[in-house]
């Protein structure tokens, strides 16, 4: 069973507007957890990383939140751009990385 | 600029025959991985070396072989015992293999067989 679990597995969002994602996972300890933006057919390239003493990281237009109690992270997308259109990897580190099967996020103009 | 060039970019493969692919990196980093991704899943570890000529399986080591004599480079032959190397294929380097330090992605190879 994947240690990593991303939801939803793909979604569509007009330009403009805002979407979360969310990711739960059940490793353990917990040393920070990551998110990465993945184009198509490109490597994914890091957003935030943080550590279990973190709530919050922003990176621009991307907020990425931890509830390190409930192993629950999500990550905030403000009014989205044609460009956020990726996969988007949440990955779970303790003494390896446990990567998330992603969220495909669509934004149509 | 410092990256990750892997190459090439496509592959195609027969039956029987072993392929390596590419990776380099100019980031003076000590650890290199390689990744398989496959629709729907998570990356899964294949191969990890975290100083010249030293490395280590990951978990879907079987039908893969790497080698690293430099620190820059860190090559992965699928070798014919691979029976379904269909796949896209990542190449990652950072510090020393620990816990709070990025991971650097290469632009991948899709590998095909034909």
Same mark, same amino acid.
């Given at each position: 069973?994947?240690?990593?679990?991303? =939801?939803?597995?793909?979604?569509?969002?007009?330009?403009?507007?805002?979407?979360?994602?969310?990711?739960?996972? @059940?490793?353990?300890?917990? =040393?920070?957890?990551?998110?990465?933006?993945?184009?198509?057919?490109?490597?994914?390239?890091? $957003?935030?990383?943080?550590?279990?003493?973190?709530? @919050?990281?922003?990176?621009?237009?991307?907020?990425?939140? $931890?509830?390190?109690?409930?192993?629950?992270?999500?990550?905030?997308?403000?009014?989205?751009?044609?460009?956020?259109?990726?996969?988007?990897?949440?990955?779970? =580190?303790?003494?390896?990385? =446990?990567?998330?099967?992603?969220? @495909?996020?669509?934004?149509?103009? | #600029?410092?990256? !990750?060039?892997?190459?090439?970019?496509?592959?195609?493969?027969?039956? *029987?025959? /072993?392929?390596?692919?590419?990776?380099?990196? /100019?980031? /003076?980093?000590?650890?290199?991985?390689?990744?398989?991704? #496959?629709?729907?899943?998570?990356?899964?570890?294949?191969?990890?070396?975290? !100083?010249?000529?030293?490395?280590?399986?990951? #978990? !879907?080591?079987?039908?893969?072989?790497?080698?690293?004599?430099?620190?820059?480079?860190?090559?992965?032959?699928?070798?014919?015992?691979?029976?379904?190397?269909?796949?896209?294929?990542?190449?990652?380097?950072?510090?020393?293999?620990?816990? /709070?330090?990025?991971?650097?992605? *290469?632009?991948?190879?899709?590998?095909?067989?034909?």
């Amino acid at each position: 069973k994947n240690q990593v679990e991303q =939801s939803p597995q793909s979604l569509i969002i007009l330009e403009g507007k805002n979407c979360t994602l969310q990711c739960n996972y @059940t490793v353990s300890p917990f =040393s920070n957890l990551r998110w990465y933006k993945q184009d198509t057919g490109r490597g994914p390239v890091s $957003l935030t990383i943080m550590t279990f003493s973190e709530n @919050t990281k922003s990176n621009g237009r991307y907020t990425a939140t $931890l509830d390190a109690d409930t192993k629950q992270s999500s990550l905030h997308i403000t009014a989205s751009q044609l460009s956020d259109s990726a996969s988007y990897i949440c990955v779970v =580190s303790d003494y390896k990385l =446990s990567f998330g099967a992603g969220t @495909t996020v669509t934004v149509r103009a | #600029d410092g990256g !990750i060039t892997q190459s090439p970019k496509y592959l195609f493969r027969k039956e *029987g025959q /072993n392929v390596t692919l590419s990776c380099e990196q /100019n980031l /003076n980093h000590d650890a290199m991985y390689w990744y398989r991704q #496959d629709p729907g899943q998570g990356l899964r570890l294949i191969y990890y070396s975290q !100083i010249v000529n030293d490395f280590q399986k990951g #978990d !879907i080591a079987e039908g893969y072989s790497v080698s690293r004599e430099k620190k820059e480079s860190f090559p992965l032959t699928v070798t014919s015992a691979q029976k379904n190397p269909t796949a896209f294929y990542l190449c990652a380097s950072s510090k020393p293999r620990g816990r /709070n330090y990025g991971y650097t992605f *290469g632009s991948g190879t899709r590998l095909t067989v034909v």
